[in-house]
Nanobody
Framework: VQLQASGGGLVQAGGSLRLSCAAS????????MGWFRQAPGKEREFVAA????????YYADSVKGRFTISRDNAKNTAYLQMDSLKPEDTAVYYC???????????????????WGQGTQVTVSS
């Protein structure tokens, strides 16, 4: 699966951005698409994930209530709507797909098989 992330940019605190992740190649109808982020000097961390079949969503506590993950099956694309952005949300955001992700591994980088190239999100104060 090839993943193409887009939609990053510069926004003021309190603003919104919507990230997109378009998938091509091998299908992953039974898999999970996740969003992770990595701030300078920090480890990559889980942000949100969605089960492609059924649409169950999962969020990190730090973004719950502010971010919304969704998917468009017909377009093989997932979205991350980010509202009420904070300076601490500044990071490179990566989308990833895993075909064997289970609940206990949802937040683990190693559970995902394919990764997009990342898109920069910068939130100014």
């Amino acid at each position: 699966v090839q993943l193409q992330a887009s939609g990053g940019g510069l926004v003021q605190a309190g603003g919104s951005l919507r990230l997109s992740c378009a998938a091509s190649g091998r299908t992953f109808s039974n898999g999970v698409m996740g969003w992770f982020r990595q701030a300078p000097g920090k480890e990559r961390e889980f942000v949100a994930a969605i089960r492609w079949r059924g649409g169950t969503t999962y969020y990190a506590d730090s973004v719950k209530g502010r971010f919304t993950i969704s998917r468009d099956n017909a377009k093989n694309t997932a979205y991350l709507q980010m509202d009420s952005l904070k300076p601490e949300d500044t990071a490179v955001y990566y989308c990833a797909v895993g075909n064997s992700v289970i609940l206990s591994t949802m937040r683990l980088i190693r559970a995902y098989d394919s990764w997009g190239q990342g898109t920069q999100v910068t939130v100014s104060s």
